[in-house]
């Protein structure tokens, strides 16, 4: 079991309160926070992308200039999922992204997954049918998404 500030406070299909809780209490992100955080980090990235094609740091290919923004989200999202459990975005907006089964950051592995199928968006717009808004990409990296633990009520 682990040992994060999120330790049992996981959802899923089946263990979720219908009030939109988590079993052990911890509110569920919303829609409209998840949305805000993925355009924060997306717009972050391709802010990141201008300023160094613009410093001639990039190649002017316009094929590659195409592959960079993704490229460098999936990157990003990448690192922040291994590493923690938010990206400044979600950080913004006071949520963060922890593994359903054990409360604990996703690592590596699910991380990257979790990356490559949020940046086909497809599978962020099945969050909108689930009424537990996970996305495809959550179910395939067996993810969550929360308030962050210091908005949760005491």
Not at 31 to 52: E, K, P
Not at 65 to 73: N, R, V, W
């Amino acid at each position: 079991m682990g040992s994060g500030p999120y330790t049992r406070a996981m959802t899923t299909e089946n263990s979720g309160a219908p009030d939109g809780r988590a079993p052990s209490g911890h509110d569920l992100a919303s829609l409209n926070a998840r949305f805000v955080a993925l355009f924060f980090d997306w717009v972050a990235c391709l802010v990141f992308i201008y300023t160094l094609s613009w410093l001639g740091m990039l190649s002017p290919d316009p094929f590659l200039q195409t592959l960079y923004p993704g490229a460098l989200f999936i990157a990003y999202y990448t690192f922040c999922m291994a590493v923690g459990t938010q990206s400044l975005g979600m950080a913004v907006v006071r949520i963060a992204c922890v593994s359903a089964a054990t409360g604990d950051r996703l690592g590596f592995g699910r991380s990257l997954i979790r990356a490559v199928l949020l940046s086909l968006v497809l599978p962020a717009l099945t969050a909108l049918a689930d009424p537990y808004h996970r996305g495809l990409h959550d179910r395939a990296a067996g993810s969550v998404m929360l308030k962050s633990a210091s908005d949760q009520p005491r």
